[in-house]
């Protein structure tokens, strides 16, 4: 199958700092990427919609200035956790949406594991 | 109600034991079905994907999609510890690409 990378794997910050996150396929291209986060023993929760060269469309509660996502190639998705808080530690995982060959499935990277001290 | 409703288990099962997990759903509109395994601290890896109702088998793995009873199941065969995990559900529809998800059934293989 595909494959999708993440970058960091894990990161301890102060709070108040900012965190990058990248996400890249790495054998296909990906006109649109998917970020989530998931508590421990919970499910997936969806919080933004990147496209390649547009806006990010986010989900219902997430705050757009907190989480920006920019998804500058069909390659690359970056997320970036501005002035992180504790209540931002989690497990952030993305995803690339592959449509080539007719079938429609996402991929995801290994996740990145946020601790905010 | 969930679109997704998904048993989070545990369920525990010794080795070598046929395993089955289950969704149901209540959007009759989602068309497009897939099961992935998440191992702890891991992303989610892409285990099957069907399209529609109907079975599709993959080694150990079969998957099955009831349509008309909003209900599609995983099976395992010959299970085994390393397929400790939790297995999740996903599905969309037609003209949307965001998935809905279940909420994880963990599973536990005993030796």
């Known amino acids: 199958g595909a494959v999708v990378s993440q970058h960091p794997s894990r990161v301890i910050c102060k709070s108040g700092t900012s965190v990058k996150i990248e996400c890249r396929s790495l054998?296909?291209?990906?006109?649109?990427m998917f970020w989530y986060r998931q508590f421990p023993k919970q499910s997936l929760m969806l919080m933004a919609t990147?496209?390649?060269?547009?806006?990010?469309?986010?989900e219902q509660g997430v705050e757009k200035d907190k989480f920006l996502i920019n998804h500058a190639s069909l390659t690359l998705s970056t997320l970036t956790v501005t002035s992180a808080h504790p209540e931002d530690s989690s497990f952030y995982i993305c995803?690339?949406?592959?449509?080539?060959?007719?079938?429609?499935?996402?991929?995801f990277g290994p996740g990145t594991r946020l601790l905010v001290l | 109600q969930k679109e997704v409703e998904q048993d989070p288990g545990p369920l525990s099962v010794p080795e070598g034991a046929i395993v089955s997990l289950n969704c149901t759903y209540s959007?009759?509109?989602?068309?497009?079905f897939m099961w992935y395994r998440q191992y702890s601290r891991k992303g989610p890896e892409l285990l099957m994907y069907?399209?529609?109702?109907g079975n599709k088998e993959d080694g150990r793995f079969t998957a099955q999609v009831d349509k008309s009873s909003k209900y599609i199941s995983l099976f395992i065969r010959d299970s085994q510890p390393s397929d400790s995990a939790t297995y999740l559900c996903?599905?969309?529809?037609?003209?949307?690409?965001?998935?809905?998800f279940g909420t994880g059934t963990r599973l536990k293989v005993l030796a």
């Open positions: 990147s496209n390649e060269g547009s806006k990010a469309t986010y």
């Open positions: 995803s690339a949406r592959d449509s080539s060959g007719g079938a429609e499935t996402q991929y």
């Open positions: 959007n009759s509109a989602f068309q497009y």
């Open positions: 069907t399209y529609s109702s």
């Open positions: 996903a599905m969309f529809r037609s003209g949307t690409y965001k998935y809905i």
């Open positions: 054998d296909f291209q990906a006109t649109t």
